[in-house]
Nanobody
Framework: QVQLVESGGGLVQVGGSLRLSCASS????????MAWFRQAPGKEREFVAG????????YYADSVKGRFTISRDDAKNTAYLQMNSLSPEDTAVYYC???????????????????WGKGTLVTVSS
């Protein structure tokens, strides 16, 4: 069993920055691909960023490239999403996710995710 707990969400103004954290329990994340997804009201859950196991290769949705950075600290069993230059379009519930394989992380496929966090709300206000 893996539990993923997000933190760091909240209200931020346009152009601001926020760092989300995802703490894992139950097992180390060293053998897991990690990813962040987000879901806005009325929208389907969409891939934001992913980072592979071992090599820590990163993947980003086009909408966040250059603004968001995903990282991991396996010693702390924690993944992060640094979000800069935030805009109202970034408002969503952000979900931490883990993948036993690399498919979900590389391809951004929510259906391939094995473990989900409960989500943390990020609201970007003008």
């Amino acid at each position: 069993q893996v539990q993923l707990v997000e933190s760091g969400g909240g209200l931020v103004q346009v152009g601001g920055s926020l760092r989300l954290s995802c703490a894992s329990s139950g097992r180390t994340i060293s053998n897991l691909g990690m990813a962040w997804f987000r879901q806005a009201p009325g929208k389907e859950r969409e891939f934001v960023a992913g980072i592979t196991r071992y090599s820590s290769s990163t993947y980003y949705a086009d909408s966040v490239k250059g603004r968001f950075t995903i990282s991991r600290d396996d010693a702390k069993n924690t993944a992060y999403l640094q979000m800069n230059s935030l805009s109202p379009e970034d408002t969503a519930v952000y979900y931490c996710a883990a993948d036993i394989s690399t498919r979900a992380v590389v391809a951004g496929r929510a259906a391939d995710i094995d473990y989900w966090g409960k989500g943390t709300l990020v609201t970007v206000s003008s």
